[in-house]
T-cell receptor, first 113, second 108 residues
Framework: NAGVTQTPKFQVLKTGQSMTLQCAQD?????MSWYRQDPGMGLRLIHY???????DQGEVPNGYNVSRSTTEDFPLRLLSAAPSQTSVYFC????????????FGSGTRLTVV | KNEVEQSPQNLTAQEGEFITINCSYS?????LHWLQQHPGGGIVSLFM???GKKKHGRLIATINIQEKHSSLHITASHPRDSAVYIC??????????FGTGTLLAVQP
């Protein structure tokens, strides 16, 4: 089925460990983005990309890296995990036109201990 | 002050009731989105609005661009409608600005 695939669904990390959250879409969307969702707050933008080879920072980029080598994939890397990065992470994609809707992945629940 | 404010934050209704969730925003937008998130679940897009009104089944979404306000209505509510409803606005770029969500519980 077409959509946004996020893996893993759950992950527990120790402080200082690194990991990559995977996001892939098969809808040929130019725009891809990563958000984190924390209790009592709206989703906040971490990084985004408007096409292969182009990435930019969002509202809360510190501690995270991204790359966009293909249209389909947009992985999010945690360089050295911290307890403050405990959150639920969502990937979303869309076409870049203003009339385009968004498709969200199913989320990754990350706990850093 | 948040750029997107939703009200109420929490809402409990009895099955069959008519429900309204409100969203006010303070920035210029090209579109407004209503999203649904079931407990522990992913996020599903319900509506994208740039003007007027849209209807899908028992859900109706309206927007007043001049007043910077949108409402999501649920008619004949059902326990399966229990979820968090999120309003998000899109300024001129692709970036979305999210409200904090409305937690709806529909009791049988």
């Amino acid at each position: 089925n077409a959509g946004v695939t996020q893996t893993p669904k759950f992950q527990v990390l120790k402080t200082g460990q690194s990991m990559t959250l995977q996001c892939a879409q098969d809808m040929n969307h130019e725009y891809m983005s990563w958000y984190r969702q924390d209790p009592g707050m709206g989703l906040r933008l971490i990084h985004y990309s408007v096409g292969a080879g182009i990435t930019d920072q969002g509202e809360v980029p510190n501690g995270y890296n991204v790359s966009r080598s293909t249209t389909e994939d947009f992985p999010l890397r945690l360089l050295s995990a911290a307890p403050s990065q405990t959150s639920v992470y969502f990937c979303a994609s869309s076409f870049t036109g203003t009339g385009s809707g968004y498709t969200f992945g199913s989320g990754t629940r990350l706990t850093v201990v | 002050k948040n750029e997107v404010e939703q009200s109420p934050q929490n809402l409990t209704a009895q099955e069959g009731e008519f429900i309204t969730i409100n969203c006010s925003y303070s920035v210029g937008i090209s579109a407004l989105h209503w999203l649904q998130q079931h407990p522990g679940g992913g996020i599903v897009s319900l509506f994208m609005l740039s003007s007027g009104k849209k209807k899908h089944g028992r859900l109706i979404a309206t927007i007043n661009i001049q007043e910077k306000h949108s409402s999501l209505h649920i008619t004949a509510s059902h326990p399966r409608d229990s979820a968090v409803y999120i309003c998000a606005v899109r300024p001129s770029t692709n970036k979305l600005i999210f409200g904090t969500g409305t937690l709806l519980a529909v009791q049988p």
